[in-house]
């Protein structure tokens, strides 16, 4: 059975209260332990878990629970939170990193900002995103104020151990990530380059976009405001996806538990 942990701060040291909360060593959080929010039942939420993960509508899940459609978003919008936080903490081997847009309107070709480097993301209203898969297949993705250097290295460096080998295209805000203590391994889009046939490529962190860019699409559009809702919610169905629906179902209870 898994410990439990502090919801703040996630310390597995707790003290037993005589009311049945636990109190935490470390930050001293009071909570009762296994409790589901939302008065959902634990077997309610598992049917709307179940048809959560078939990527029902809120509409359809309502009808088919016969809950309040109100509640139903609620309980989809508490999901989403609590996927956000199941990514690893760190990644270390051989990473891959890359930068994408979402939504709005292209202004310009695609080829004008990906080949000239000073350029990357003018004259388009989509929202930047950045992310790192491991090899492993597990991906992490933030949205992003911008795609310059000083907001995708520091992003790096609390994300991939120091020792690894970064992957990357040749924008200019990879330019310095050596100096990190990182191994840097680019290559060249602009030259259809996508491998230099030593493993040194990011293959995976673009299959992932194309995946994420699908889900987002069969949406028929989001509000830029709930995007980071939708982006942990894929990022997590793509960490997840060999697991069965059953192991799926048990994760996402105790994340509510936990929460």
Not at 12 to 35: A, I
Not at 196 to 218: A, C
Request: aromatic share 8%.
């Amino acid at each position: 059975m898994t410990k439990i942990a502090c919801p703040k701060c996630n310390a597995k040291k707790l003290y037993k209260m005589g009311d049945g909360k636990r109190r935490c060593s470390r930050c001293h959080y009071e909570f009762v332990p296994h409790k589901l929010p939302l008065t959902f039942s634990r077997n309610e939420w598992k049917d709307i878990i179940h048809l959560f993960l078939m990527e029902q509508s809120s509409n359809s899940i309502a009808e088919q629970t016969g809950f309040d459609k109100q509640r139903v978003l609620r309980a989809l919008t508490k999901i989403r939170l609590v996927m956000i936080t199941d990514v690893p903490d760190i990644f270390s081997g051989t990473v891959e990193v890359d930068e994408t847009y979402i939504g709005g309107q292209w202004k310009n070709k695609r080829k004008t900002i990906r080949n000239q480097g000073t350029k990357r993301g003018r004259g388009t209203k989509k929202q930047p995103v950045f992310g790192i898969l491991c090899r492993n297949g597990t991906v992490w993705a933030e949205v992003v104020d911008d795609v310059e250097a000083g907001t995708l290295q520091p992003l790096i460096s609390q994300k991939v151990s120091t020792g690894s080998t970064v992957c990357s295209d040749t924008w200019k805000a990879y330019t310095g990530i050596a100096a990190r203590g990182y191994v840097h391994r680019p290559v060249n889009h602009g030259e259809r380059q996508y491998s230099d046939g030593k493993g040194n490529h990011i293959n995976g962190l673009e299959g992932f976009w194309g995946y994420l860019k699908r889900k987002l699409s069969s949406k028929g559009g989001i509000r830029r405001s709930k995007l980071p809702l939708y982006l942990g919610e894929y990022v997590w169905r793509y960490n997840h996806r060999s697991d069965s629906e059953r192991i799926k179902i048990r994760r996402i209870i105790h994340l509510l538990e936990n929460s």
